[in-house]
Nanobody
Framework: QVRLVESGGGSVQAGGSLRLSCTGP??????VAWFRQAPGKEREGVAR????????SYAASVEGRFTISRDNVNGALYLDMTNLLPEDTGTYYC???????????????????WGQGTQVTVSS
């Protein structure tokens, strides 16, 4: 069983920054990503990292503001978020390719391992 645990969420004002972390055996998979879900909206991909030609991919809405990085040695995935906007508010989920739970495809990978989520609230 792959267990992913997110941390680092919180409440900030617009223009602020947060760093999300995800721990777990992410080295076992080639694709790892961050998704988010705002109240009443579908879960959407935010940023994805994979080795080789796939590299990093970002949703247009966060390009230039968010940076995804991974540490395979320590089993960690990060999302550095800067210049946060109220529309960035939502529950952020760490995801890894493989698995069979709530499978979703985005940016060339299919994710079936999920964390429980961490809340990010950005006030104007």
């Amino acid at each position: 069983q792959v267990r992913l645990v997110e941390s680092g969420g919180g409440s900030v004002q617009a223009g602020g920054s947060l760093r999300l972390s995800c721990t777990g055996p992410i080295y076992i998979t080639t694709c790892v990503a961050w998704f988010r879900q705002a109240p009443g909206k579908e879960r959407e991909g935010v940023a994805r990292v994979a080795p080789g030609a796939l590299g990093k991919s970002y949703a247009a809405s966060v390009e230039g503001r968010f940076t995804i990085s991974r540490d395979n040695v320590n089993g960690a995935l990060y999302l550095d978020m800067t210049n946060l906007l109220p529309e960035d508010t939502g529950t952020y989920y760490c995801a890894a390719a493989g698995g069979t739970k709530d499978r979703r495809s985005w940016a060339g990978c299919t994710f079936g391992y999920w964390g429980q989520g961490t809340q990010v609230t950005v006030s104007s």
